[in-house]
């Protein structure tokens, strides 16, 4: 009988695909995926400034009410010892779209490699698709600490005829945002159908009808709904 094969050396899988971070083969730690694996599936970025203040509670509580109707997001959630500017990069370099919730300090340029700046410039070079949350008086936003090259880099990506949603100086509801968001998402699906996967989690055609049923702001059923047509009409600048 010919010898059995020897052990796969270190940091690899037993079908030989390398580690990323050596440290262990968790099939569920996004750092641990095979290096043969790390073009990964497409995702909805969410972009914002994490400043452990009232605007990223804002942030996330609307990031929670997209995931609960089914949208792919990725928002970063650095836990103690991980390194957010990896998990900055693994969600920029895998943007389908990117929503941007745009506070008067959005898009300021910091001394972080992965600062709003950065995801700013990220979304240019690509061209990627972005869907834009008013949240500040300013539009463009205007960040002030850094020489003006934010508010420059603003205006690139947030042109002036670009439509954003407006929910400056009104009363946070983020399941109302989510709602306006999830239907910009679907209207970008039903124009680029290859990007649907990347956009919704569930599968197959009946990814979007489902996702759009999840967007009613009161009652069901077909027709005219007049609260969402007033959301709309608020928000929608």
């Not at 509580?61 to 990725?74: F, P, Q, R, T, V």
């Not at 910091?110 to 500040?136: D, F, G, H, W």
């Not at 934010?150 to 009104?170: C, E, H, P, R, S």
Request: with cysteine; aromatic share 6%.
């Amino acid at each position: 009988l010919p010898p059995p094969p020897p052990p796969p050396p270190p940091n690899t899988f037993q079908n030989g695909n390398t580690l990323v971070c050596g440290k262990d083969d968790s099939p569920t730690c996004l750092s641990c995926k095979p290096a043969t694996s790390m073009s990964l599936s497409k995702h909805v970025m969410f972009s914002a400034r994490f400043l452990k203040d009232a605007n990223e509670t804002k942030a996330r509580a609307l990031a929670s009410a997209l995931k609960e109707k089914g949208i792919n997001l990725y928002i970063v959630e650095a836990d103690v010892g991980d390194d957010f500017g990896q998990l900055t990069a693994t969600g920029l370099n895998n943007m389908a779209v990117m929503i941007s919730f745009a506070t008067w300090n959005y898009g300021e340029k910091t001394t972080s490699p992965s600062c709003s700046y950065v995801e700013v410039q990220r979304c240019l070079e690509r061209n990627t698709p972005v869907i834009a949350i008013k949240m500040c008086p300013d539009w463009p936003p205007r960040p002030t600490g850094d020489n003006g090259e934010g508010a420059d880099m603003n205006g690139m990506l947030f042109t002036a005829g670009q439509v954003y949603l407006d929910w400056y100086n009104k009363p946070w509801d983020a399941h109302a945002c989510a709602t306006q968001v999830a239907e910009k998402l679907h209207n970008m699906a039903q124009k680029n159908p290859s990007i649907s996967k990347d956009i919704f989690l569930a599968a197959g055609s009946g990814a979007l009808e489902g996702a759009m049923g999840s967007l009613q702001l009161g009652g069901g059923g077909g027709g005219s709904n007049p609260q969402r047509q007033q959301a709309e009409a608020e928000a929608v600048r």
